[in-house]
């Protein structure tokens, strides 16, 4: 169905914020960004990333919708930690985890980034990520021309 992008993601902003306690912000040039995909399946990959984020950084979280061209691009940035460029390659691997986040507490199985492909791929979306130690972590999401309205 057609969705709003920009409320969208603030709809799933809001219940991070509440439950996490954690500046989030959604930056866009337009007021209003309209696609035609799966909302269900586009929710799922924005909470994948955004609950990576709150795991692995500690302060606030950028939201960046833009549209280029016939793309909407869909950006979850932190200020975290990072990954460093020999374990970046194999995050969207299934059951990868960078050693140092698998002696965190805050657990996880190394499922949500190849699950959140696997979802993108299915919408012929594009599922990027980079990172910089001590920098932070962008992950990007493209969606391709045919799911734009
Ligand atoms: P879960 O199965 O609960 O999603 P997970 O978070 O470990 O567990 P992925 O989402 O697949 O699994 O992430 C894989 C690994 O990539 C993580 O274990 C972590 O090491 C690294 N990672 C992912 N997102 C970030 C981020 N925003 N900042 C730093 N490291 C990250």
């Not at 960004?33 to 924005?46: C, G, P, R």
């Not at 140092?100 to 990520?129: C, H, P, Q, W, Y």
């Not at 999401?141 to 045919?146: E, F, G, K, R």
């Amino acid at each position: 169905g057609k969705i709003e992008l920009i409320s969208f993601c603030e709809g799933i902003a809001q219940t991070f914020r509440r439950t996490g306690n954690r500046e989030i912000t959604i930056e866009s040039e337009f007021k209003e960004i309209y696609a035609m995909t799966i909302s269900s399946k586009l929710e799922q990959v924005i909470v994948i990333l955004l609950d990576n984020a709150m795991k692995y950084s500690e302060s606030s979280i950028q939201i960046m919708i833009k549209r280029q061209d016939n793309e909407i691009v869909i950006g979850v940035k932190d200020h975290g930690g990072g990954i460093s460029p020999e374990h970046l390659p194999h995050v969207f691997d299934r059951f990868y985890r960078v050693d140092s986040s698998r002696a965190r507490k805050t657990g996880g199985n190394g499922l949500g980034l190849s699950i959140a492909r696997t979802l993108v791929e299915s919408f012929d979306g594009k599922l990027e990520i980079q990172s910089e130690v001590g920098e932070g972590t962008l992950v990007t999401l493209t969606l391709s021309h045919q799911i734009l309205i």
